[in-house]
């Protein structure tokens, strides 16, 4: 049987490569920390592969106005090569160029973006802005960069686009969630009957099946003390037996 | 090559760094290291695309001055 971290990894190196996780299969037997390695080496060699052209693209922001820049953005830069544009920028230039930005095209942009490399920048933005992209990320099922942002943004900021999200979206962005501290400062802020809400997903006797590896998944990422919370919770859900769920933990 | 040899220099890191992936069969390595071609691939396109119509997008009397920043090497 799959670990549950074996299939979140496989889904975010799948995401990279940009195929389905089926075609990954094969990699089910190795450990995790393996293929994170793998996309971490895969994601470096992708960003150096053109890194010096990215960064004259940067330039151009010296060289026509941000009106005129952000236009040529939006019309010329799939969401990949933004990412990869921005990712080079000095952050004080990237935020200033964001701002004349769509919405639209800034969301498009972070389902491709390295929040890592780009921190500074999402750090850099005001708040509404942030909020803003997360949610329309949630409104798109983009749940794996949401995850990946939850990881860089400030614990208010990610509950403040989670507050609009449902059960089985919460459960979906907690999944990619790659920071356990990230993962876990957002936990502890949400109330009981909320946590509850989001286990009954994986747990209800009609749950889906992928549902439940996602809950498992989740749990085993959590750190002790959020997981021990869950436990306790998922003990006195209606009808729900963690039992097996226990046991699938490592 | 063998497919993990082939798979670290694509990704420019010592064999070693793969030892994760010794649980794979060669053929899956090799599928892998497809995969990852193909990403490199489909990358060099986007961003070559990119590079065209980011000059073609911008208005006429900056054309040169941006051809030459982004082509340099058109120029030399």
Known sequence: ?250 | MDPLDSLAGRLGVPRSRLSGLDACSPADLGTLDDLVATTFAAEDTAVADGLDGTVRALPRPLRGRARALIFPEDAS
Do not use: N
Request: aromatic share 4%; hydrophobic share 50%.
């Open chain 1, 1 to 250: 049987m799959t670990g549950p971290s074996v299939r979140a990894e496989v889904g975010r190196l799948a995401a990279e490569l940009d195929v389905d996780p089926g075609e990954l299969a094969f990699l089910h037997d190795v450990p995790p920390t393996a293929i994170r390695d793998l996309r971490a080496d895969l994601a470096e060699a992708l960003h150096t592969r053109h890194e010096a052209k990215f960064r004259r693209l940067a330039r151009l922001s010296h060289l026509a106005p941000a009106p005129i820049t952000a236009k040529v953005a939006e019309v010329a830069f799939s969401p990949l090569l933004g990412a990869r544009v921005a990712a080079v920028m000095e952050p004080e230039q990237a935020i200033r160029l964001a701002a004349r930005l769509s919405p639209g095209f800034l969301t498009d942009v972070s389902t491709r973006l390295d929040p890592v490399r780009a921190e500074p920048i999402i750090r850099g933005l005001p708040v509404r802005t942030v909020v803003d992209v997360g949610r329309r990320l949630l409104e798109r099922e983009e749940y794996l960069p949401l995850g990946r942002f939850v990881s860089v943004v400030d614990t208010d900021v990610a509950l403040e686009v989670v507050e609009v999200a449902s059960a089985e979206q919460m459960l979906a962005v907690a999944l990619w969630t790659e920071e356990v501290a990230a993962l876990d400062a957002v936990m502890q802020r949400l109330p009981d009957a909320r946590l509850a809400d989001v286990l009954a997903v994986g747990l209800a006797a009609d749950a889906r099946e992928s549902a439940y590896d996602d809950l498992a998944a989740v749990l085993a990422a959590a750190g002790d003390a959020t997981r021990a919370r869950l436990l306790d919770l998922a003990a006195g859900l209606d009808g729900a037996d963690a039992t097996p769920l226990t046991e699938r933990l490592p």
